[in-house]
Nanobody, 123 residues
Framework: QVQLVESGGGSVQAGGSLRLSCAASGYTFTDKSMAWFRQAPGKQREGVAT??????NYDDSVKGRFTISQDNAKNTVYLQMNSLKPEDTATYYCAARRYLGGFTLDPADFHYWGQGTQVTVSS
């Protein structure tokens, strides 16, 4: 059974940083596409960053501030978030596909999801 577990969320002031982690069991991130999504209250879930066959890609709203990385030995992926803004406030989800595919940030294309971790950025 595949489980993705996020951690690292919290409350920070604008300009601060957080690093989210997504640890997997029953699944290996190596050679698989994965992504980070977020969902703010009353809004649709949106993809913010992904690692896929072609490399990495970021939503324009986070480009230059967020970075995906991966530790294969720990089977964990990370989302480093710097220069946080109040509009980054949301529940953040880790998601993964069964294979390494082309670029997509459509939630429907991802097969496994974590439970989410809350990020709150105050002004």
């Amino acid at each position: 059974q595949v489980q993705l577990v996020e951690s690292g969320g919290g409350s920070v002031q604008a300009g601060g940083s957080l690093r989210l982690s997504c640890a997997a069991s029953g699944y290996t991130f190596t050679d698989k596409s994965m992504a980070w999504f977020r969902q703010a209250p009353g809004k649709q879930r949106e993809g913010v960053a992904t690692r896929y066959a072609g490399g990495t890609n970021y939503d324009d709203s986070v480009k230059g501030r967020f970075t995906i990385s991966q530790d294969n030995a720990k089977n964990t992926v990370y989302l480093q978030m710097n220069s946080l803004k109040p509009e980054d406030t949301a529940t953040y989800y880790c998601a993964a596909r069964r294979y390494l595919g082309g670029f997509t940030l459509d939630p429907a294309d991802f097969h496994y999801w974590g439970q989410g971790t809350q990020v709150t950025v105050s002004s």
